[in-house]
């Protein structure tokens, strides 16, 4: 018997929070385009993350900032429309919420206009007090990010693990208490050591999120590419790899090109 959409329990930040109470972890990977969301989530994935990682595994960009609210909202629609069940939550670019609330609040309101996604996550804490505050004032549902921030990539310098330290530590739990208290529905916490995630997670009553933060949180999410093996050069301690379809994928297309040029295909059968 098929399942009608409108039959699919579609996941809410009400339905998320009560993950959390009950012990539930929380499912979520990253989807860029309409094929690969259509797959995730009729696997159940709780949340889709249309990150700002589109401007690496999707446009060959070195780091998130080039891409730009019109590209966002562009893969985020296309995400959206493959989706029956999961939570869809976009990644708010580089330049579209920092030091101008206005600004934020007309970015976020576009997403949400025009990809029909269902919340907004943007990095830092204390510093986009104004523009957080500004987009829930809308009714915007709000994901934070806190720990390793790639959208402040040229400020760090690295990629190394955040909050290692006592005061980065401080500020961090500071941060994320800030944002709860705020209106934000969920943090997610980036490479940060696992015993300060596991703080974060029991101080606070929202859900945490952790990416290479350990395994005491509240769910985890990855980058689908890196996790299928579609990209083989990322390798994180983080990391785990389901599936190795790089090879997968290579052969695939090496049988075409030699089937191509011996004039196996098509096959008679695959004529008209």
């Not at 080039?66 to 670019?93: C, E, K, W």
């Not at 040229?154 to 500071?174: C, D, M, P, S």
Request: with cysteine.
């Amino acid at each position: 018997m098929s399942v009608h959409k409108s039959d699919v329990k579609k996941v809410t930040t009400h339905q998320l929070q009560n993950m959390k109470e009950r012990g539930e972890k929380i499912s979520m990977l990253t989807a860029y385009d309409y094929s690969m969301a259509t797959i995730l989530d009729a696997a159940g994935v709780d949340v889709l993350l249309v990150g700002d990682s589109a401007s690496n595994v999707m446009a060959g960009h070195e780091t998130t900032l080039p891409i730009t609210l019109d590209q966002m909202i562009y893969h985020a629609s296309s995400v959206v429309r493959g989706v029956n069940r999961a939570f869809v939550v976009v990644d708010m670019p580089f330049g579209s919420y920092q030091g101008n609330s206005s600004e934020a609040l007309r970015s976020a309101i576009r997403i949400m206009k025009e990809s029909g996604g269902h919340g907004v996550k943007l990095e830092g804490g204390a510093e986009i007090k104004e523009s957080v505050t500004r987009i829930l004032s809308a009714g915007v549902p709000v994901m934070g990010h806190l720990g390793l921030t790639p959208q402040s990539i040229y400020k760090f310098g690295t990629y190394t693990v955040r909050a290692k330290e006592e005061a980065e530590a401080q500020k961090l739990i500071e941060d994320a208490l800030l944002l709860q208290e705020l209106g934000c529905f969920s943090i997610v916490l980036e490479k940060i050591p696992s015993e300060l995630a596991k703080r974060v997670a029991e101080q606070l009553h929202i859900p945490i999120i952790g990416i290479g933060a350990g395994p005491h949180v509240d769910g985890q999410v990855l980058v689908v590419h890196d996790m299928l093996g579609i990209n083989k050069e990322f390798k994180p301690r983080f990391l785990r790899r389901y599936a190795d379809l790089h090879t997968i994928m290579t052969d695939a297309v090496q049988n075409y090109v030699k089937d191509v040029k011996s004039q196996d295909f098509p096959s008679e059968k695959e004529a008209y």
